[in-house]
């Protein structure tokens, strides 16, 4: 019996086998690779490409030509970028005829030979058509002024990172389907024309002061979510009663700012889902008529600061923050919630880097609204204090330190400073037996608006709602750090005012 | 004392002397470029040279190039620091960035541009096109080239080209200057259908010819005819339907095979069309006669584009009456032998059509071809179970009513 079954199974599996490897013969090439098909730029290499002027001694530009040209020639930039990374030539035959690949081939062996890899992208092009040939095969034009970023290794060691501005002339050909580059010439930079945004502030900042409407603008502020959405704001449950309740209670609590957060992938990546847009505005009318003041974070949840997401990055920003630029309830873009805890693990200089790149973006898209980044803590507010409007920093040390801390950032910068983020959760259980009762909790607000009062001082306080619930991602999976994380609000799960209410605001 | 004064001056001065170096090595060090030279020609050495008062550092030089970036190993040679520019960077045009890096941290930077190289052997690219456009200067050939030096640079703004094109038995010179890396001209078709020669020539280096056909325009109005064995509508004969030589508006003869369509209108505003393709500027195409008398009036149309005069074609009838007969009682119907103009049989294949009646109701049409003059009906007793029918006859355009026969049945 047992033979019988062996020898059945054996065969089995010999049948098996067989076909497997007759199948494997049998697959050839997809027949879709014989063909030249459109590749999608799509979510790998979007940087920001204006057009300047179309007209040019030869051919009309069709929209359509313009198109591919452009994707093409953003292709043959990605895949160069690409191929001074791992110095590998694949895809350059694609983008660059016949005698224009073999520069960079010699390019690529050189740097393979002397192990030299350089990452980089670039931001910006701004191409202008020289000329379109009448029977459509041949184009020039001006990339003006490309911002190039890079990180230079020998051996794998990082040398050095360099932003440099070029202008590249450039000839392209098309052939079989694809736009190739032909001839590209770097050139000396354009003098850069004046920003032609013409900026319209309410909110400005005059040496240690934010005004607005040149009146002082002091933030007695609180971080918000909506109860049932802790991390969530534009989710499913996004509702346009619950937020305005609740703006109807921080605005009784004399309170005048927020600050919400907005999650890279939530909102779409590099593509912007328009429905997102829509609650934020939703929320952010809802603001402006009740009179309350919005930093808004971007980035929240994100981390990577590679140079290839660069422009991607950039998209989102840009596609956010060009929609609200005229918006009166927004106070500042907080590039990102304290990017400082990234230090570590991603590399102090590449997010640094990544950062004033961003505030380049934004204050390109969105002239009228300040910016700010939101530091964890104090020390770490010192960086990028030049390139921020004002200096924002999050607070959970011990009461004592409050001054001194507070004392040593105002000296080191010459900008407001706004305590963006204090609390402490009202937290006792079997997870935590020393923790702070809810009139402990109470006790802590009351010293510190008292400080706060004393020095005028900027704040947001950490936050209106204690939460049902609490995602991973933030402070941890185990209970004794989520259930501490919900206990951070002025009201409880259930609607009700903890003894901390009262010392909301001063 | 004076001992005392000078042991403590000399100490001072070492303790500066000592001071003083660590401060110097705490300074970031400046690098100086030495020469001033901000041009070179593709193809030659490239060497950038460098000074600073500090003799033990070790830089590097990031390039960033038309084609490539890469980082520079520093070599000294009397006590100046010297980057040597790799050779493929060496050979390509276009502006360089350079950044000289020490210890992690740009020192200094600036740029130099590469020329291209003159005294190479000129190259010179050619793009020609369209490569077929219509005779009439509407419509233009452009000439597109991009004269390149010997390491396939191109050439610098304004470098003198000269355009030659040929057309029968003119030859035009043109001079131009390259911009953006190309020369180009709009070579605008004569008035003549041909072939025009199209070359280039920069440094004394001449290309190939190049060769743009020009068609000749479009089709201007034509005339139409026909030709016909004779007259009579025996159904059998063809006309030929050509048009006159079709030419453009420039007197040039279109090309060869455009479609000339002919519309033919019968009697009873029926359309007809036959088609012919021309083979030098002529149309030609065939319809098969009519087998009743008619009138047809012919045109041609170059669709879209031309028409012809309408010309009137008449076909007199080949018969004026013709005999049936029954047999078989009845069951048999002869139409014939009918006789055509000259009192010949009738070609074959000529069409009789019978409609049968019963009490004034068609019961059904049938149809035959005449074989030698004669087309024969066979009415069975199987499928004609009436008493009585009535038969209208009809070929080549007569038309002849029976009386009313009676059948005999079978019970």
Not at chain 2, 130 to 140: D, H, S, V, Y
Request: aromatic share 12%.
């Amino acid at each position: 019996m047992v033979l019988i079954s062996s020898f059945i199974l054996l065969n089995v599996l010999l049948l098996f086998g067989l076909s497997s490897i007759l199948e494997y013969l049998n697959s050839g090439a997809d027949r879709t690779s014989m063909l030249h098909l459109e590749k999608e730029t799509v979510n790998t290499y979007l940087p920001k490409v204006i057009w300047e002027e179309l007209n040019n001694v030869g051919r009309v530009m069709e929209p359509n030509t313009l198109k591919t040209i452009e994707k093409d020639y953003l292709f043959s930039w990605y895949i160069k970028n690409k191929s001074l990374e791992n110095n590998k030539k694949q895809g350059i035959e694609d983008y660059y005829t016949q005698n224009a690949r073999v520069n960079l081939y010699n390019s690529i062996d050189y740097n393979l030979k002397n192990k030299i890899t350089i990452e980089s992208t670039t931001l910006k092009h701004n191409p202008k058509l020289e000329f379109y040939s009448e029977d459509g095969q041949q184009v020039v034009f001006t990339d003006k002024n490309v911002i190039e970023f890079q990180k230079v290794f020998k051996d794998k060691k990082l040398i050095s990172e360099v932003q440099d501005t070029a202008t590249y002339k450039v000839m392209m050909l098309l052939e079989d389907g694809f736009w190739r580059i032909r001839h590209i010439q770097k050139m000396k930079p354009e003098p850069i024309e004046k920003d032609t945004l013409k900026s319209n502030h309410e909110f400005k900042v005059v040496g240690k002061k934010i005004k607005y409407n040149n009146v002082d603008f002091i933030s007695k502020g609180i971080n918000y979510y909506p109860k049932n959405s802790a991390w969530d704001t534009f989710g499913d449950l996004f509702n346009k009663d619950t937020i305005a309740k609740d703006f109807d209670i921080i605005k009784k609590a004399k309170l005048n700012s927020i600050r919400i957060f907005i999650q890279y992938e939530d909102f779409g990546k590099a593509d912007i889902k328009p429905e997102k847009l829509e609650k934020l505005k939703t929320l952010l009318d809802l603001a402006e008529s009740k009179n309350l003041k919005v930093i808004i974070t971007l980035f929240d949840f994100y981390s990577d600061y590679t140079l290839e997401s660069w422009t991607l990055t950039s998209r989102h920003a840009e596609k956010i923050v060009t929609a609200f630029k005229n918006h009166k309830a927004i106070l500042a873009w907080d590039i990102k919630n304290e990017p400082n805890l990234d230090f570590e693990n991603r590399d102090k200089k590449n997010v640094l880097n990544w950062l004033q790149q961003m505030i380049t973006v934004i204050k390109e898209n969105d002239p009228n609204h300040l910016v700010t980044i939101g530091w964890s803590n104090s020390y770490e507010a010192i960086n990028l204090e030049d390139k921020v409007d004002f200096v924002s920093y999050h607070f959970y040390n011990a009461i004592d330190d409050f001054e001194t801390e507070y004392a040593t950032l105002d000296k080191a910068t010459k900008k407001p400073i706004v305590i963006q983020e204090f609390g402490v959760p009202s937290y006792r259980g079997i997870w935590n037996w020393t923790g702070t009762t809810k009139d402990g909790q109470a006790e802590y607000h009351k010293k510190m608006q008292e400080l706060f009062k004393k020095n005028n001082l900027a704040f947001m306080s950490w936050t209106l709602y204690d939460f049902p619930s609490v995602p991973n991602q933030v402070a941890g999976k185990w209970p004794w750090q989520k259930n501490r994380q919900k206990k951070f609000g002025f009201i409880d799960e259930k609607g009700k005012e903890k003894p901390a209410f009262l010392y909301i605001s001063n | 004392m004076k001992k005392a004064i000078n042991i403590l001056f000399l100490l001072c001065a070492l303790l500066l002397l000592a001071f003083g170096t660590t401060l110097v090595s705490n300074k970031k060090v400046s690098f100086e470029l030495v020469s001033n030279i901000k041009t070179f020609t593709a193809g030659n050495s490239i060497e950038l040279e460098f000074h600073s008062k500090s003799e033990k550092e070790k830089p590097q030089l990031f390039i960033i190039h038309s084609y490539g970036k890469t980082l520079l190993d520093v070599t000294i040679e009397k006590g100046n620091y010297i980057f040597k520019i790799p050779e493929n960077y060496c050979k390509k045009t276009g502006d360089v960035s350079w950044f000289l890096i020490n210890k992690n941290e740009t020192r200094n930077s600036g740029t130099f541009e590469i020329l291209p190289n003159d005294a190479t052997k000129t190259v010179v690219e050619n793009y020609l096109g369209p490569r077929t456009i219509l005779a009439g200067g509407k419509e233009f050939t452009m000439m597109v080239t991009v004269p390149t030096d010997g390491f396939d640079n191109p050439k610098q703004e304004n470098t003198n080209v000269i355009l030659k094109h040929q057309f029968l038995q003119n030859v035009t010179n043109l001079n131009l200057k390259t911009k953006d890396f190309i020369a180009w001209y709009d070579i605008y078709s004569p008035t003549k259908s041909g072939k025009m020669l199209v070359s280039t020539e920069c440094d004394k280096i001449a290309t190939k010819e190049i060769e743009t056909e020009i068609y000749p325009n479009i089709a201007t109005n034509f005339t139409i005819d026909y030709k016909r064995n004779h007259e009579f509508a025996d159904g059998n004969q063809i006309t030929h339907f050509t048009t006159s030589s079709i030419k453009d508006q420039y007197g040039n003869v279109v090309s060869d095979g455009t479609l000339v369509s002919f519309l033919i209108k019968t009697k009873n505003n029926l359309i007809l069309k036959t088609f012919g393709a021309t083979i030098n500027g002529i149309a030609s195409a065939q319809l098969l006669h009519p087998d009743h008398q008619e009138t047809y009036s012919v045109k041609g149309f170059v669709t879209g584009i031309a028409e012809s005069n309408s010309i009137t074609i008449n076909y007199k009838p080949i018969i004026s009456t013709f005999n049936y007969s029954f047999s078989n009682k009845n069951r048999t119907l002869t139409v014939g032998p009918i006789k055509s103009f000259m009192n010949q049989l009738v070609p074959d294949g000529i069409k009789v059509i019978v409609k049968v009646f019963h009490k004034d109701n068609l019961v059904t049409t049938l149809q035959e071809d005449t074989s030698k003059g004669i087309a024969t009906f066979e009415l069975s007793e199987d499928f004609y179970k009436e008493k009585n029918y009535r038969f209208e006859i009809t070929t080549l355009g007569i038309t002849k009513q029976t009386e009313t026969l009676n059948y005999e049945l079978h019970k």
